[in-house]
């Protein structure tokens, strides 16, 4: 079955920088865009980033271009999301998604929660 | 971008009521919509996908509804377990920016 399982969260200072990081098993990681998607403590879900099956195209929300990053290694089913210049309103649990083409995600992992505080 | 606006941002119903939570684009997005129910601590699941496309395994009480700009999903009688809160999603724009709806809390009257 499909297993996605964040990691890397944690506690960072404004202007800092982390990694988190999404391990995907029970399906063909290489053949499926992947998304990032987070959700503030008490609020909505806001979607930030989706990268193309292959790699080589990556789109990210306004809210976070020229800031974060989201890759991937197909070559260890794992995703990723390299966030720099944090900001305590980037505080959050990031949870990875799977794409459904064509169609909204349809699996999501459990979040990993990114806290921006000095 | 395409912004979404959801309503009612909470609602207290019974069990047994029937709900009605609406989802509104602010462009045609033809039926590129779908909705997620999420629980406290939880990932969202999907309920709906393509509009009315009833995922497998949710109970036949979930539907959707609408197309172009106006959305719906409905609940025809609301049982313990669907106290949760909602959202709808957008995937129509292109390159691909992504829009959820602010949300809907779901509570026990």
């Known amino acids: 079955h499909v297993q996605l399982v964040e990691s890397g969260g944690g506690v960072v200072q404004p202007g800092g920088s982390l990694r988190v990081s999404c391990a995907a098993s029970?399906?063909?990681?290489?053949?499926?865009?992947m998304h990032w998607v987070r959700q503030a403590p008490g609020k909505g879900l806001e979607w930030v980033a989706f990268?193309?099956?292959?790699?080589?195209?990556?789109h990210h929300a306004d809210s976070v271009k020229g800031r974060f990053i989201i890759s991937r290694d197909n070559s260890k089913n794992t995703l990723y999301l390299q966030m720099n210049s944090l900001r305590p309103d980037d505080t959050a649990v990031y949870f990875c998604?799977?794409?459904?083409?064509?169609?909204?995600?349809?699996?999501w992992g459990q979040g990993t929660l990114v806290i921006v505080s000095s | 971008d395409i912004q979404m606006t959801q309503s009612p941002s909470s609602l207290s119903a019974s069990v047994g009521d029937r709900v009605t939570i609406t989802c509104r684009a602010s462009q045609d997005i033809r039926n590129d919509l779908g909705w997620y129910q999420q629980k406290p601590g939880k990932a969202p699941k999907r309920l709906i996908y393509?509009?009315?496309s009833l995922q497998s395994g949710v109970p036949s009480r979930f539907s959707g509804s609408g197309s172009g700009t106006e959305f719906t999903l409905t609940i025809s009688s609301l049982q313990p377990e669907d106290f949760a809160a909602y959202y709808c999603l957008q995937h129509n724009s292109y390159p691909p920016i992504y829009t959820f709806g602010q949300g809907t809390k779901l509570e026990i009257k």
């Open positions: 029970g399906f063909t990681f290489s053949a499926y865009g």
């Open positions: 393509a509009a009315s």
């Open positions: 998604a799977k794409d459904d083409p064509g169609k909204i995600f349809d699996y």
């Open positions: 990268i193309r099956y292959h790699g080589g195209e990556e």
